[in-house]
């Protein structure tokens, strides 16, 4: 298979698996993981995509090289935060055994 | 807000928000602050690049460091040619003089990309009087004492006659580039006009290329840098994302423990209960 075909693959099942998740868990602690899963994946992959079209990955991956100096740093700083308190927050719903959420 | 029934309903819609914030308006964002140039511009004032200190002397091609500021190139073949300068028509002109049947003209334009960024110019318009049609491109060059990198940042064509062309920018299209080239504080910057004979007619011996390039800025009173909008961008980003990270805790989360409802020493104690009960857990489990 050509490398199109299997990207156009893994994307399929990423967001067949994704939209699976996110309507197939609801509640509860194990689907909550599924839930956030799904979450994250549609998200994950409109965003990359939406981010492609609009120069964003190419604004954040220039920020992150330094082209910006304080300002981009200050982009990719903030970014960073935001998701490593969402990843924190989802870590500890695991950890207590309840449904994972970004916002504790 | 009596719609709202639970902290869980009012949870799930900061994030819902914040997801929104990432897919939607973080891409839509930069979209809009990379066409706010596009936006704003209505005419431009011109200012001609027209001497001989507007063009960089540097090596032209990978592999060979021989400098120049004009050259006629034909494979390999560089011959060094001398434009004409007129500051009464504007209409400056190079003849060339290479031997060879199939030429390309490079003009080594002493603007780097780190230039445009910090100038309020939006536009570079070029104006082609000659014999043959003509394809143009516009390169970003690094060369670092051995390599000459270069990224293509324009094409176009014109036909063999007065015409004129003009390479417009977002802001993104100079940072991507310069993001690409990764220039080192040693390494020579600038940018390269290369001409090339369109169709099938190709540039020789005897050809004249008259020419005039000029930068344009755009004639309103709400002119930015290139590079300033992208900054300004950048820092309302990285502190929205900053206080949405904040939000996003059980401390600051703004919907409902946070101190914007006068709640926040509430979600604090209760997030040191939480804590005491999780190392009293702990000390149990020992």
New interface residues.
Partial sequence: MDTLTIGFLIVTVLVGGGAFALFSSRTGAAPGILKTLGISSAAGILGGVASIFTDAYAFITACAFGELAFSGYLFVIGLAVMVGIWVWNGIQDYSKDRPITFVD | MAWLKNKKQL??I??GG??LL???L???G??AA?SVNGLLTSGYTYAQQENTTAFYVGPILDGLDAEYRFASVNGTTIVEETPVWDEVSEWDSVTITHTGTDCSMYFNWNVTLADLLASRDYTFRMKFNSSKALDVTINAVKFDGVTLTSVELFTGSVENESSELSWTWKP?DL??P??TL?KEITDESYLQIILEGGDTAKLTTGDTVQFQFALGEPDNLYTFTS?GI??????F??????V???????AW?PLTNGPLHGYGQKGLARARKSYGKNKNTRKRRK
């Fill in positions: 949870d799930n900061l994030m914040a997801i990432l897919v939607v973080l891409p839509v930069i979209w990379n993104m940072l991507e310069k993001t990764n590079g992208l900054t300004t961008t950048a820092v980003g990285g502190l929205s994302f900053f949405l990270g904040m939000a996003s805790t059980s989360n």
